[in-house]
């Protein structure tokens, strides 16, 4: 599977420590950046890179990381196509997936530790939609909003 991460300043340290993780873990990886850090850079330039490459279904799924996760989130909602989510947990991360086809996990940089991101990053991407008809419904419910 392709995942594309990306991360500002906030989840710099992060994103590489599990870029490392899923590489290790035989997943494809593309980075969107930011690729060195920067403390002056800014989280919605990596989490509409990410959405609008998800958008245009160059990977599965997306990771992105800032300080908190929410900004990230909140910008990545903002492209058709991808359904993002802040998960700071296990089960939020893999029954995003499950119940609700989230496409891209935002994770905060400052909020969890590394040994925890990487539980929640791998629960988030060997997750798959359940395809049961409630959620199915569901979810052209929510994909009807983008029209």
């Known amino acids: 599977m392709k995942i594309i991460l990306g991360a500002d300043h906030g989840g710099f340290e992060t994103k590489e420590k599990i870029k490392e ?3 290790a873990n035989n997943f494809e990886i593309i980075d969107a950046g930011n690729l060195v850090y920067d403390a002056k850079d800014d989280y919605p330039d ?4 990410v959405a609008k490459r998800i958008s245009a279904n ?8 800032c300080g908190s996760g929410v900004g990230a989130c909140i910008a990545a909602n903002k492209v058709k196509g991808v359904r993002a989510c802040v998960c700071h947990d296990v089960y939020s991360a893999h029954q995003g997936v499950e119940h609700d ?3 891209v ?3 905060g940089g400052r909020i969890i530790g590394i040994e925890t991101a990487k539980e929640i990053v791998l629960s988030f991407a060997n997750a798959r939609f359940s395809n ?3 959620h199915k419904r569901r979810l052209e419910k929510v994909l009807k909003l983008e029209e």
């Open 105 to 107: 996990l935002c994770l």
């Open 101 to 103: 086809d989230m496409n």
């Open 46 to 49: 990596f989490a509409i890179s």
């Open 21 to 23: 993780y899923l590489l």
């Open 132 to 134: 049961e008809e409630r």
């Open 58 to 65: 160059e990977a599965e799924k997306g990771i992105i990381i």
